[in-house]
């Protein structure tokens, strides 16, 4: 296994310490249950955003923490959904006067623990509610969900939400907002190879050098077939159409278009994706209105590529380009 | 090969055409020169900063590209030099009354095609200077290099003077803070995995299962050896070691701490080592002012990371501090 790791056990304590020092002013890090909020938090004036899901999806979704997004992330260990009463802790943490959204990629142990978080801190008297991404037009049900899988598009949901939180929404209105996004958000994604999780120490499954998976979920479980490598336009031109045909966007539709790395993939070739995406997307006359390229939600090491579209209007325009102040920067 | 490619010998077309589609307001993407320039330059206010080098090293330098850092990028084919040409008519595009400052990594192919552009310009009447960057303290001569290699510390380079520039300073005082920031400025590197040119189809080296080059070259060539991959701890000590030991670094001392992905390694591990680099520093005294954790200067699709220190003074700092937009974005 060729990783930067000391005892695998430690793999997601070590990378929120590293997350937490990097980041002193902004980030807290809360080793007994895992989680990362803002030093911040709670912020009486504005509702609380939480997300948890496992880790091995960074940046998904502990450095997604900070002004305009995440008040905090519970993470679980890798590709494990967080302890729910982890979750229930995370919420006393940032519960604030206005309430607390919870946001939960479909998976069902995830849901099991937020459902739960939500009924304690309801019992409690805290203001929350929790809402479910389900973006992936992969597959119908899967090896970990009754429903869609949610994956990169929760990124759009995390962004909406939390720029409408900042703004002083109350909790109906953002989970309106939440609810909104979600609906007119839609990925599909690919695998080249397999990712290896520190604890395992070797491929989650068998992808042979001339074959890829087509519609791979995010913990490297099965999407809708195995197929042959091909040129990148023809990989491209299955994830667009999929995705495309899906809610369906027209011509016509002004869209955010993101082009996701899911972890081994250099940023060069995600941008080549990017390019043919965008011109494949202009022959159907739908027109890029805002665009996103780079690593929003990974499968630790696994290189391949997720393409998402959102459908775009004035009010969700405005909202993803709200200013946020996350971890993620390159200056 | 594993890799989204149409024909080998577009990958570097088609993925400049796919940043200047998602950038459609602020980067131009010139085919006949294989150049990524600002939409607004030249501005004859300020002196307009150029970067070239071999493709494959994203988002270095095509994608630091924009307002506050570089005017404009010539990147040649993967890991090949820019033809001398190329170069020259950029800074034809770019030129301003204020002068022109290229920056080079110093690689013996680089140089040549920079110098040769340099003179050209001169005997234009353009007012041009040429800062070469060598931050890698791996090796002292190498496989394209007499002296020592430019890397990821490239990036405070292009900070610091791209930030002077923009604040409306004369060549020869960008052109010194440019000097200043490379003289402080140490960068060491490692390889758990080689890298797969498109055009070779097949990786650079060979690294056993069990095996990391310790101070690798960006563009797969030797460092100092080869070793039995270890725990983080220890491989990021040696690291740490030979950057700190290098200009040296001293107790006290105030300094900006880069972990940098060479491509394939995802940001949960670059996170983890970056902890352990910030701990390993404050044992000996030395104090993280700023942090930088991502994909600055990669190798293609290379698992590894290097580590960069620059010793911080008040106007570093100030420089590295200023605001920048550049493509490489989350929201």
Request: hydrophobic share 40%; net charge negative.
């Amino acid at each position: 296994m060729k990783k930067f790791v000391n005892d695998p056990k430690d793999y997601v304590s070590q990378m929120l310490e590293g997350l937490a020092l990097a980041n002193p002013d902004t980030l807290r890090y809360v080793p007994e249950y895992n989680l990362i909020m803002r030093a911040d938090a709670p912020r009486e004036d504005k509702v609380s955003i939480v997300q948890g899901s496992g880790s091995g999806h960074e940046p998904a979704h502990v450095m997604t923490v900070g002004k305009g997004m995440l008040d905090a992330a519970c993470p679980g260990d890798v590709f494990a959904a967080p302890p729910a009463d982890y979750v229930y802790e995370t919420v006393r943490l940032v519960a604030s006067a206005k309430g607390v959204l919870l946001l939960v990629n479909n998976y069902t142990g995830d849901r099991m623990a937020f459902e739960m978080a939500e009924e304690l801190s309801q019992a409690d008297g805290v203001n929350v509610r929790t809402l479910f991404i389900d973006d992936d037009v992969a597959v119908q049900d899967s090896t970990y969900t009754v429903g869609r899988r949610g994956v990169a598009g929760n990124f759009f949901v995390m962004k909406a939400v939390g720029a409408a939180a900042e703004r002083g929404a109350d909790l109906d209105e953002v989970h309106r907002i939440g609810e909104k996004v979600n609906s007119v958000t839609r990925t599909m994604g690919m695998a080249l190879t397999a990712c290896t999780p520190p604890a395992k120490g070797s491929p989650l499954f068998e992808l042979p050098d001339d074959s890829v998976e087509m519609g791979v979920g995010i913990h490297g479980e099965p999407g809708r077939r195995r197929e042959k490598l091909r040129s990148a336009d023809e990989m491209v031109r299955e994830l667009v159409d999929a995705v495309v045909d899906d809610l369906p966007f027209s011509s016509g539709d002004r869209v955010a278009l993101m082009v996701n790395g899911l972890g081994g993939t250099p940023i060069g070739e995600l941008y080549l994706v990017y390019g043919l995406a965008h011109r494949q997307l202009a022959e159907r006359g739908i027109e890029v209105g805002r665009s996103y390229v780079g690593e929003y939600c990974t499968s630790l090491d696994m290189a391949g590529a997720s393409v998402t579209l959102v459908r775009l209007d004035d009010e969700i325009f405005d909202l993803l380009t709200d200013p946020a102040e996350i971890p993620i920067r390159v200056f």
